[in-house]
């Protein structure tokens, strides 16, 4: 038997004639019914704060919503998420960003290997490296410290670090510049370094697959506007350049 399409399902009907229903419903109405709206239709948790009060929504759409996800199984898909299943259809991979963020301890299981320890392991490195880096021990080519860090990715590689930087912008050092190159179009990337010292200057690449057409063209023309400008050559190999890094 075929399953049925969220559009199929009743609670997705019910909703549909929910909304011709409240469709002209202006939320001054909504406020006037209900003086308290604004402090019902809240939730705090987490340092988080979300005030959903001025959505066009009320009691009887958020019964449904919830009907709907019922039907759908969205408890049983979240389990199957965090339980390591394979539900990257696609790719059939199992989905880790809950991994990512799950606290020590927890454990998420994937082909029998609990992945959360090596989570950990690589967000301590990075840890690591980040506070080294901020507090100066970890320096340029030249051994000038980190003044300048750009980020190169597309998509959610370029989206999600300029949301977390736009989120967290009032805990920066500001005395440090950050910059973000999604665009093929060279003009972006030639405006984000245009006064940068490439000794000052920290590329990071954002990438799943490193095969990304825009990420990797932009990746090489970081590597090699950072040569130029360190007074390498083009031709110097990856290995060579890393290692002078290393040994500042």
């Avoid at 406020?31 to 009887?60: C, H, M, W």
């Avoid at 799950?102 to 690591?128: C, F, N, Y």
């Avoid at 590597?223 to 060579?240: E, F, M, Q």
Wanted: hydrophobic share 40%; no cysteine; charged share 25%.
């Amino acid at each position: 038997m075929a399953t049925a399409t969220i559009t199929e399902l009743p609670a997705w009907r019910a909703l549909s004639a929910h909304f011709q229903k409240i469709d002209r419903l202006h939320l001054r109405e909504l406020f006037a019914q209900d003086p308290r709206r604004g402090e019902r239709l809240t939730v705090e948790a987490a340092g988080l704060y979300l005030d959903y009060s001025k959505n066009r929504i009320t009691d009887e759409t958020i019964a449904l919503l919830l009907q709907l996800a019922d039907q759908a199984g969205l408890r049983t898909r979240i389990d199957a998420m965090f339980g390591g299943e394979k539900i990257n259809v696609s790719e059939y991979r199992a989905v880790l960003h809950v991994a990512l963020r799950a606290p020590k301890g927890q454990s998420i299981l994937v082909d029998g290997e609990d992945v959360v320890p090596e989570v950990h392991r690589v967000l301590d490195r990075m840890t690591d490296f980040s506070n080294r880096m901020r507090g100066g021990a970890w320096r340029g080519y030249t051994g000038k410290p980190i003044r300048n860090v750009i980020n190169i990715g597309i998509g959610g590689s370029d989206l999600g670090p300029v949301m977390a930087y736009e989120a967290l912008k009032h805990y920066s050092d500001r005395a440090m510049t950050f910059r973000f190159v999604s665009n093929v179009d060279g003009t972006d990337f030639a405006e984000a370094i245009r006064d940068l010292d490439p000794a000052e200057t920290l590329f990071i690449v954002s990438s799943k697959t490193f095969t990304t057409l825009e990420t990797m063209t932009n990746a090489r023309s970081a590597r090699n506007w950072s040569l130029s400008g360190l007074g390498g050559r083009r031709g110097l190999s990856r290995k060579a350049f890393r290692r002078g890094i290393h040994q500042r």
